[in-house]
């Protein structure tokens, strides 16, 4: 079993099931030719956060790492009229590709592009009284994943979701001994989950186009 099969079968799972979608399309070569490292969840992965805020019919929406908004046009398109999404980015450039992006996206009334770190920019939001938010995905740096769940614990409510990416880390998330910052990240999130009484939370290994890793799954309740 290796990354070619896994991304055959992706191939095959977007011809069978996914619409070919022009935007996404030309926001994918936008980011490429603007030089964005090309890290953004696949169609697939993409399609299923877009339904999992559908399911829980998400008005309000975080993200915390924009990319060139990729995942964000997915999960924006789940939005009901009059829905908000707000996603957070650390690198200018990137934060501009995505307002492109958004813009041929026909989005850019829905969502809100904040340049900055995220750890300055939630406590921000919190003062500010946005929130709490129906759905967030948790994709920026790997490090501080425990420090960002606890804020998006802050930001959330009761039968909030939140979903965070790439926390298996080809397996590497095992390693107690890891010198590996986004592992130790990924561990200390776990260890965070363990002690969090109003959350119910597991994860789910993938693979795929973009090798083996996983998402974990939470509900604020
Ligand atoms: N969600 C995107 C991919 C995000 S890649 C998609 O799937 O389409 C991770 C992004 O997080 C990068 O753009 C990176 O610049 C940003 N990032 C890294 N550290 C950050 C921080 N401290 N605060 C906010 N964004 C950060
Ligand atoms: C990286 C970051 C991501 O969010 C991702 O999905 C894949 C890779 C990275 O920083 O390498
Ligand atoms: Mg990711």
Excluded: C
């Amino acid at each position: 079993m290796t990354i070619e099969l896994w991304t055959s079968v992706d191939r095959y799972v977007e011809a069978a099931l996914i619409e070919p979608d022009p935007v996404l399309d030309a926001a994918l070569e936008a980011s490429a030719a603007a030089g964005l490292p090309q890290i953004q969840v696949s169609a697939s992965q993409g399609k299923f956060l877009h339904l999992l805020a559908r399911i829980r019919g998400a008005a309000s929406i975080l993200e915390l790492g924009t990319l060139g908004a990729y995942s964000t046009i997915w999960l924006a398109r789940g939005l009901p009229p009059g829905g908000r999404l707000i996603t957070l980015e650390l690198d200018p450039k990137h934060a501009s590709v995505a307002k492109e992006n958004l813009r041929r996206a026909e989005l850019a009334d829905k969502v809100e592009v904040q340049v900055g770190k995220a750890l300055e920019l939630l406590p921000e939001l919190k003062q500010k009284g946005q929130g709490p938010f129906d759905f967030v995905f948790i994709d920026a740096d790997k490090q501080n994943l425990a420090e960002y769940f606890g804020w998006a614990m802050e930001l959330s409510t009761k039968g909030s979701v939140i979903v965070v990416d790439n926390v298996v880390r080809k397996g590497a998330v095992l390693d107690e001994q890891s010198t590996d910052a986004n592992v130790q990240g990924v561990r200390r999130l776990n260890d965070k989950l363990k002690q969090l009484t109003t959350v119910r939370a597991t994860t789910i290994q993938t693979v795929g186009s973009k090798g083996y890793d996983g998402f974990t799954l939470a509900l604020v309740d």
